[in-house]
């Protein structure tokens, strides 16, 4: 299931401008997550080569912690999905599947949030499938 849903994410990547997504479940568990390693921002590295895993867990917190304020106030109302915006201009969108899991893409500055969304929306209908079993 993991290396199908792996697949899925890579393949979002590759459609998109999304360069970070994960699915994660409503417990809070990350089910899968993908980055493109050049769209790592540098506060996340500490070379080229290496993430700041410290730095890497209080930035997944982070997200974590608006998912589930997010999810409480609007995913449990009945909406599918949502775009956030960040004070750097960084955005991010996340899908509610079916009450199972939240897939987040984050978009790089330059990304179209039309091409994403649909992108994502694709993604959805491929993972759900996959959930299911």
């Known amino acids: 299931m993991k290396n199908q849903i792996l697949g899925i994410l ?3 990547r590759a459609k998109s401008g999304i360069r970070v997504s994960m699915l ?3 417990d809070g ?4 997550i993908h980055e493109d390693a050049v769209y790592v921002p540098k506060s996340l590295r500490i070379s080229k080569s290496e993430i700041d895993k410290e730095y890497f867990t209080k930035w ?5 912690r608006t998912l589930e304020f997010v999810s409480e106030k609007l995913f449990k109302e009945g909406i599918n999905n949502i775009i956030l915006e960040g004070y750097n201009n960084t955005r991010a969108i996340l899908f509610n599947i079916k009450g199972k899991a939240i897939l987040i893409g984050i ?9 994403a969304y649909k992108a ?3 993604c959805v209908e491929k ?7």
Not at 60 to 64: C, D, F, G, V
Not at 107 to 115: K, M, Y
Not at 127 to 133: N, Q, V
Request: hydrophobic share 45%.
């Open 10 to 12: 890579k393949e979002l």
């Open 24 to 26: 994660v479940g409503f």
């Open 29 to 32: 568990k990350i089910i899968s």
């Open 60 to 64: 997944s917190i982070s997200i974590l």
């Open 107 to 115: 978009l790089t500055e330059n990304g179209s949030l039309g091409l």
């Open 120 to 122: 994502m929306a694709d």
């Open 127 to 133: 993972i759900t499938p996959i959930l299911g079993k």
